[in-house]
């Protein structure tokens, strides 16, 4: 997946937050999509078909696993990557369940989120 | 009021090296290493998993001879600090750490009832010798790998919970290190006050046993 062709949607309550993706992935070459709540990011993804997702887990209306599970009833494959301040151990299992790439918790290193995201795209060349 | 104790958990992933070879200490046997990239790779992301876990540990601020260390797949044995330097001599980043938080003061205790570990053990290794046969026989294998496991796994959890409970003395926080299929959490939640510590959890590069 060529950098500039991969498309990623931030689902994210946090704007500040959407703003920080939007301002370390565009200059990457990466289009940056963003939901502030897990409704709008079903819609989105539907509609775009993004290649990476980053979930946030704590939001207002659905949380974070309920919208990812709503997402892989029709898009099994999604790399999704959750990016939480309120993370345990029952996420973490459902997460792991839901087929989630990566989990990582809040405050974060943008170079360790960046690494990811072109690990993340780069195994997705490979299974294709 | 009631005063609840805090606990510190920190949910982790092994890589298939780590945990074959906690296993393989309880048996004194040698684990077999790979050379295979993937398991290089694997072993780099638990890496920084555990250089993260470190900073957020030494964060906390928390004074190290309160802390007490219940470790996934750490026998109660007597012989626990022996074990944590023997797997922190193979380079497993999670015994180092333990290591170090003894050497400040820090307290490790046995977890897991060895014969629970050996069973688990018994039923890896009936797996891994399927997967020598054919990835197929491996695969076919699978389920009834994972109907017993979660078996086990409430036995294991069980103990564990009743082993914090029971060896936790006045006034130390147990520091609880668990991979994150364990769901020992559901036991706990009455009697202690969770605080997580979770860095980065690299489900999909580390992978896991049932992945293949």
């Given at each position: 997946?060529?950098?500039?062709?991969?498309?990623?949607?931030?689902?994210?309550?946090?704007?500040?937050?959407?703003?920080?993706?939007?301002?370390?992935?565009?200059?990457?070459?990466?289009?940056?999509?963003?939901?502030?709540?897990?409704?709008?990011?079903?819609?989105?993804?539907?509609?775009?078909?993004?290649?990476?997702?980053?979930?946030?887990?704590?939001?207002?209306?659905?949380?974070?696993?309920?919208?990812?599970?709503?997402?892989?009833?029709?898009?099994?494959?999604?790399?999704?990557?959750?990016?939480?301040?309120?993370?345990?151990a029952?996420?973490i299992r459902?997460a792991e369940?839901?087929?989630?790439?990566?989990y990582?918790?809040?405050?974060?290193?943008?170079?360790?989120?960046?690494?990811?995201?072109?690990?993340?795209?780069?195994?997705?060349?490979?299974?294709? | 009021?009631?005063?609840?104790?805090?606990?510190?958990?920190?949910p982790v992933l092994h890589?298939?090296?780590?945990?074959?070879?906690?296993?393989?200490?309880?048996?004194?046997?040698?684990?077999?290493?790979?050379?295979?990239?993937?398991?290089?790779?694997?072993?780099?992301?638990?890496?920084?998993?555990?250089?993260?876990?470190?900073?957020?540990?030494?964060?906390?601020?928390?004074?190290?001879?309160?802390?007490?260390?219940?470790?996934d797949?750490?026998?109660?044995?007597?012989?626990?600090?022996?074990?944590?330097?023997?797997?922190?001599?193979?380079?497993?980043?999670?015994?180092?750490?333990?290591?170090?938080?003894?050497?400040?003061?820090?307290?490790?205790?046995?977890?897991?009832?060895?014969?629970?570990?050996?069973?688990?053990?018994?039923?890896?290794?009936?797996?891994?010798?399927?997967?020598?046969?054919?990835?197929?026989?491996?695969?076919?294998?699978?389920?009834?790998?994972?109907?017993?496991?979660?078996?086990?796994?409430?036995?294991?959890?069980?103990?564990?919970?009743?082993?914090?409970?029971?060896?936790?003395?006045?006034?130390?926080?147990?520091?609880?290190?668990m991979g994150v299929r364990h769901?020992?959490?559901?036991?706990?939640?009455?009697?202690?006050?969770?605080?997580?510590?979770i860095?980065?959890l690299?489900f999909?590069?580390v992978?896991d046993?049932?992945?293949?």
């Amino acid at each position: 997946m060529a950098v500039n062709k991969t498309k990623i949607l931030v689902i994210d309550d946090e704007k500040d937050l959407c703003f920080l993706f939007k301002k370390i992935l565009t200059p990457e070459g990466y289009t940056v999509l963003t939901a502030g709540n897990g409704y709008d990011g079903i819609k989105i993804n539907q509609k775009s078909d993004p290649n990476i997702i980053l979930l946030d887990l704590k939001m207002p209306g659905i949380n974070g696993i309920e919208t990812l599970r709503r997402i892989r009833k029709k898009d099994p494959d999604v790399i999704v990557i959750i990016i939480t301040g309120y993370g345990d151990a029952e996420t973490i299992r459902e997460a792991e369940d839901l087929n989630v790439y990566e989990y990582m918790s809040k405050p974060f290193n943008n170079e360790t989120v960046l690494k990811t995201i072109k690990e993340a795209a780069a195994s997705k060349d490979k299974d294709d | 009021m009631t005063n609840i104790r805090s606990l510190i958990y920190v949910p982790v992933l092994h890589t298939q090296k780590e945990a074959g070879e906690i296993l393989l200490s309880l048996k004194r046997d040698e684990a077999g290493a790979s050379s295979d990239t993937s398991l290089v790779e694997q072993e780099k992301s638990v890496k920084e998993m555990w250089d993260g876990i470190h900073e957020k540990i030494q964060n906390t601020n928390i004074s190290c001879p309160t802390i007490r260390i219940y470790q996934d797949a750490m026998p109660v044995c007597g012989r626990e600090k022996e074990i944590a330097e023997k797997l922190a001599q193979k380079a497993s980043r999670n015994h180092q750490l333990i290591l170090e938080l003894v050497k400040n003061g820090a307290n490790i205790e046995g977890t897991e009832d060895p014969d629970l570990l050996i069973e688990e053990y018994g039923n890896l290794s009936q797996l891994i010798g399927k997967a020598a046969v054919s990835i197929q026989s491996y695969r076919d294998s699978l389920n009834e790998y994972k109907e017993k496991g979660a078996l086990l796994m409430k036995k294991r959890d069980a103990f564990i919970a009743e082993r914090i409970k029971s060896t936790l003395k006045e006034g130390e926080t147990p520091l609880v290190f668990m991979g994150v299929r364990h769901e020992l959490e559901k036991l706990l939640q009455s009697s202690f006050a969770i605080n997580y510590i979770i860095y980065r959890l690299p489900f999909k590069k580390v992978g896991d046993i049932y992945n293949v």
